[in-house]
């Protein structure tokens, strides 16, 4: 069974950076698609970014040029840079890993993520 264990969320004043970090067990990590998605209070899950097995990478326009995702195949570790935080970024950050980019087969407990104005 695959494990997805969060990690480096908090509270932040708005302009401020996080990393969040996403540790992989159970599986070839190497071979997955990675992705961070959000879910904001009241609102439904959506998505933030993603990385190939290759480093490929792809953002949602709310976050593009401010956040950066990359991946350390050595650590089974997914990362979550997170720059120029906005009050709208706060929300429960969540991991998912996949076979392909659009089945998100595996999915952690997800870290708060929380910018203060």
């Known amino acids: 069974q695959v494990q997805l264990v969060e990690s480096g969320g908090g509270l932040v004043q708005a302009g401020g950076s996080l990393r969040l970090s996403c540790a992989a067990s159970g599986r070839t990590f190497s071979s997955y698609v990675m992705a961070w998605f959000r879910q904001a209070p009241g609102k439904e899950r959506v998505f933030v970014a993603r990385?190939?097995?290759?480093?490929?990478?792809y953002y949602a326009d709310s976050v593009k040029g401010r956040f950066t995702i990359s991946r350390d195949n050595a650590k089974n570790t997914v990362y979550l840079q997170m720059n120029s935080l906005k009050p709208e970024d706060t929300a429960v950050y969540y991991c998912?890993?996949?076979?392909?980019?659009?089945?998100?087969?595996?999915w952690g407990q997800g870290t708060q993520v929380t910018v203060s104005s």
């Open positions: 998912a890993s996949g076979i392909t980019s659009s089945t998100w087969s595996d």
């Open positions: 990385i190939r097995s290759g480093g490929t990478t």
